[in-house]
């Protein structure tokens, strides 16, 4: 590491990469709070506003996924600069774009940005903090819920007031401006060759252990992410405000994270994922069976679960397979999305067949609308339920190992 770097840069860098990511969880809650007013200004069905969603989708996990690459031939300085340009164009593409076609341009954009964020950013955490991955990961990660209830309340708090969706879109341009000059003014460490050798990175993921990892992110992903639209509609269908669920949830997910190191040091990495993937289960599980106000204890439960999921399994790769390096880190976080992309469709069919069967059934529209979400909910429950079974033989494998090899000495 370079010996003019200091103490301070590495708290600089470390802000610079909190606020990134709060403009990318901005992006995901502002551009869900004006997606029908696009559709109203515009024309747009329900159809191409989907469309348009999936470009963000479709952006994030190519990003990352050729992210990694990028970082060992040029830096995370150089991603973070892309991610800058792509927020700055795509917001600004955003406002002024004349319809479909902009919009499909623009949110790509916004989301490709949204991926550079994390290949430059989970990488260049890891390595500045060598000795402590997984609890800075997660202290990082604090800052898309916390940007997701920033976003939300901005959105709500400026459509209240009458203000268009423009603005609520040029809003966003404060923090990517104060991160793009942060970005000028920071002083960037100098990596480890070990680390950033593509050859090897790609070399080391043909492990076991890293292909486990990567399967275990497909199901701690899609459980974190892809449950989420239909845990609103059960909350809304047992008469629970959205915007006190959001809070509820993300402010729990924002702590937990935040107060993550002694978790993380009292049962391990591992031991933290075996907890979550209980927790999880235990969360959906409820949700599927409980109506009315004790949805919200079900909410909370899930909320404890799914905290860790996306932080530590990167904290995981950083710990337990450190030469994978920023593309074992970057391709895992881009198989995760890419994961929550295909199961999308495959929750939304199992929810059109529930909704088909509650039909038969003569419920109100609220009625039909719990009934068919719970119903997919006692289905997703076996994701988590996996989850437990992968992490607990995860945990004797890694325990039995560190009898032979020293599994602290090893992720360092």
Known sequence: MDTQYTQQDQSRLFILSCIALTVTAMTFAIRAGILGDLGAQYGLSGTELGIISSMAFLGFPIATMVGGILYNMFGPRMLLWIAFIGHALGLVLTIYSNGFW??????????????????????????????????????????????????????????????????????????????????????????????????????????????????????TATTELATGQWINEILGASGAHPMLTLALVTGIMAVGRYFAGPIVHSINPVGVLVASAVLSTLGLYLMSQ??????????????????????????????YTPKTGAIGMSMIGGAGMF??????PIIGGWMDEAKAQALTQNLTENEMALASGQAVLSSLVI?????????????????????K??????AN
């Open 405 to 410: 090899t020293n599994i602290a000495s090893e």
């Open 102 to 219: 902009g919009l499909i341009i623009s949110t790509f954009l916004i989301g490709f940005a949204n991926g550079m964020v994390e290949a430059a950013c989970n990488p260049l955490i890891a390595e500045t903090h060598e000795d402590n991955k997984t609890t800075m990961l997660n202290k990082f990660h604090v800052w898309f819920p916390g940007g997701i209830v920033i976003g939300a309340l901005v959105s709500t708090g400026m459509t209240e007031m009458s203000y268009g969706w423009e603005l609520q879109i040029a809003v966003m341009l404060i923090p990517t401006a104060i991160y793009g000059y942060m970005l000028m003014k920071s002083n960037f460490p100098k990596l480890n060759p070990l680390i950033t050798s593509s050859k090897e990175n790609i070399k080391n993921m043909l492990s076991p252990l890293y292909i486990f990892l990567i399967f275990c992110m497909t199901l």
């Open 290 to 319: 409980l109506q009315g106000t004790p949805v919200y204890f079900a909410a909370v439960v899930f909320a404890l679960g799914v905290t860790y999921f996306w932080p530590t399994m990167l904290g995981c790769v950083g710990e």
């Open 383 to 403: 994701l988590p339920a996996i989850l437990i079974v992968a992490f607990v033989g995860l945990y004797f494998y890694l325990y039995k190992r560190g009898q």
């Open 339 to 344: 994961a929550v992309s295909i199961w999308t």
